[in-house]
């Protein structure tokens, strides 16, 4: 009877440190909001958005002549400079304690920086080349990455008609299941303070 019990426990064991290896990657873009996102061999589980908004489909109905309804006002976006210090914090923190664990498989950031003020516009664009500047520095010193052309690069530009600025970002790192949980913590800690800034953009609008 014991060594039945010791041959599951070491079937336990064995599937345990399976499962603790198996190689996974963590997708984080952000076009018009934050998207987070975990590849498991060929399933896809979401992270963030912790909810995804539903869109209702109503039927069919004839037009019928009436008043024009308004359009749903634009979602807000936190600001520009807040979220990509919020980048830089978390990056400096998951490269700097899990970088030897980790491969990049991909950063890919665009920024168009615009605002209401041509003078402000000049300010903050100075300030994302600087703090963008920093991340790619820690990127390009990170050994193990993609050699892959086009898979990693940072492009700022400035527009001074424009009031609404613009952001993309896809970034890919592939780890091990037990080094996911072992950076689970600040993971965790950046989307809840992403999660703040979003809200706080909701309260001042």
């Known amino acids: 009877m014991l060594l039945v019990w010791l041959y599951i ?3 336990v064991l064995l599937l345990f440190l399976l499962v603790a290896f198996i190689k996974i990657t963590v997708c984080v873009s ?5 998207r987070v996102f975990i590849r498991v061999l060929f399933f896809k589980i979401r992270i963030y958005p912790f909810k995804e908004e539903k869109v209702e489909k109503k039927p069919v109905q004839k037009k019928k ?3 024009i309804k308004e359009a749903k006002p634009p979602r807000p976006r936190p600001p520009l400079k807040e979220t990509l210090l919020l980048v830089k914090e978390l990056v400096t923190e998951i490269l700097g304690r899990f970088g030897r664990y980790i491969r990049i498989e991909e950063y890919r950031v665009k920024v168009l920086v615009a605002t209401d003020d041509p003078a402000k516009t000049g300010v903050l664009y100075g300030a994302i080349c600087g703090v963008l500047g920093s991340i790619s520095v820690m990127i390009y010193r990170i050994k193990r990455r993609t050699r892959r052309a086009g ?10 008609v424009s009031e609404e600025y613009e952001l993309f970002l896809s970034v890919a790192l592939s780890m091990r299941v037990w080094q996911l949980f072992i950076m689970g913590i600040t993971v965790a800690k950046g989307l809840i303070k992403y999660n703040s800034l979003t809200k706080a953009e909701k309260s001042d609008t």
Do not use: M, Q
Not at 30 to 34: P, S
Not at 151 to 160: G, H, K, M, P, Q
């Open 9 to 11: 426990l070491c079937g």
């Open 30 to 34: 952000f076009a018009n909001d934050l």
């Open 65 to 67: 002549p009436g008043k």
């Open 151 to 160: 898979r990693i690069y940072t492009e700022v530009n400035a527009d001074f």
